[in-house]
Nanobody, 126 residues
């Protein structure tokens, strides 16, 4: 059974940075799409960034483009999300997700993702 275990998150001032890491186990991920979603208080879970495990191709939603960086380490089976120049509107629970389907660009539909992590909290104070 695939498991996604996240680490990182916390409280940071505006302009600061954080790094989230997602450790994947229990499967072969070469054909997967890996993603990070964000859920702000009272809002839906939205796609923030995604990476094609095989090709390394990346996607970023407009609000984080140029500030967030998604990477994967195929030897360690980890997917990291580096959050730079954080703003209060970046506050939320960040979830790592895995999609087994062979599709790119990534889907925005949360129901299409097969596995989820527990979601660390990121809080950005102004």
């Amino acid at each position: 059974q695939v498991q996604l275990v996240e680490s990182g998150g916390g409280l940071v001032q505006a302009g600061g940075s954080l790094r989230l890491s997602c450790a994947a186990s229990g499967g072969t991920f070469s054909g997967y799409r890996m993603a990070w979603f964000r859920q702000a208080p009272g809002k839906e879970r939205d796609l923030v960034a995604a990476i094609n495990w095989g090709s390394g191709g990346t996607y970023y939603t407009g609000s984080v483009k140029g500030r967030f960086i998604i990477t994967r380490d195929t030897s360690k089976n980890t997917v990291d999300l580096q959050l730079l120049s954080l703003q209060p509107e970046d506050t939320g629970v960040y979830y790592c997700a895995a999609d087994r389907a062979s599709r790119w660009p990534p889907t925005f539909d949360v129901d299409e993702y097969d596995f989820w992590g527990q979601g660390p909290q990121v809080t950005v104070s102004s």
